[in-house]
T-cell receptor, first 112, second 112 residues
Framework: RKEVEQDPGPFNVPEGATVAFNCTYS??????FFWYRQDCRKEPKLLMS???SGNEDGRFTAQLNRASQYISLLIRDSKLSDSATYLC?????????????FGRGTSLIVHP | NAGVTQTPKFRVLKTGQSMTLLCAQD?????MYWYRQDPGMGLRLIHY???????AKGEVPDGYNVSRLKKQNFLLGLESAAPSQTSVYFC???????????FGQGTRLTVV
């Protein structure tokens, strides 16, 4: 079982729609959680960190559920420019080092 | 600041040839990572380093070697390239701890 699992999609939604992605992780000792965005043929870039209390950045809301070991990303009022792959990242301590593990990504296509 | 810079951006190798990919960061980060990204596989960790002079194996280290002689540089070597090493390689760096990682623009390597 992969440490970090995501539905690869694609999620195909019209502009203005609300879309949600989930990500599950296997290591209960994982310490930090992020969503990254990756555009086609580009490097991943941080979208937002994910906290137990939940956090919001404009149209984006991220939630962490430690008990069920999943994180979520909600995008409201989708824009064409939101089309990208969204990567779930979980950082776990290993021998005193903190190693980010990436999910395979969820593809989002927003159409007119 | 340039952030994380990878060279070269593109390379075509013949089977059995060797090459070195260079990653340089100017953010004084302790941690540096090499990932490879293949279709449907997501980002997989090859090797990482938690400081100058230290390296460690990641999820898929076979066929690769690394060195970190200077804090700002992390080199990835392929001693005898194989077609299975055709991939996009990303370098990343971060401060110590479970924090955000910053990525270079990637190196597209094709082994024929």
């Amino acid at each position: 079982r992969k440490e970090v699992e995501q539905d690869p999609g694609p999620f195909n939604v019209p502009e203005g729609a609300t879309v949600a992605f989930n990500c599950t992780y296997s290591n209960s000792a994982s310490q930090s959680f992020f969503w990254y965005r990756q555009d086609c043929r580009k490097e991943p870039k941080l979208l937002m960190s994910v906290y137990s209390s939940g956090n919001e950045d404009g149209r984006f809301t991220a939630q962490l559920n430690r008990a069920s070991q999943y994180i979520s990303l909600l995008i409201r009022d989708s824009k064409l420019s939101d089309s990208a792959t969204y990567l779930c990242v979980v950082t776990t301590s290993s021998g005193g080092s903190y190693i980010p593990t990436f999910g395979r990504g969820t593809s989002l296509i927003v159409h007119p | 600041n340039a952030g994380v810079t990878q060279t070269p951006k593109f390379r075509v190798l013949k089977t059995g040839q060797s090459m070195t990919l260079l990653c340089a960061q100017d953010m004084n980060h302790e941690y540096m990572y090499w990932y490879r990204q293949d279709p449907g596989m997501g980002l997989r960790l090859i090797h990482y380093s938690v400081g100058e002079g230290t390296t460690a194996k990641g999820e898929v280290p076979d066929g690769y070697n690394v060195s970190r002689l200077k804090k700002q540089n992390f080199l990835l070597g392929l001693e005898s390239a194989a077609p299975s090493q055709t991939s996009v390689y990303f370098c990343a760096s971060s401060y110590f701890g479970p924090v955000e990682a910053f990525f270079g623009q990637g190196t597209r390597l094709t082994v024929v």
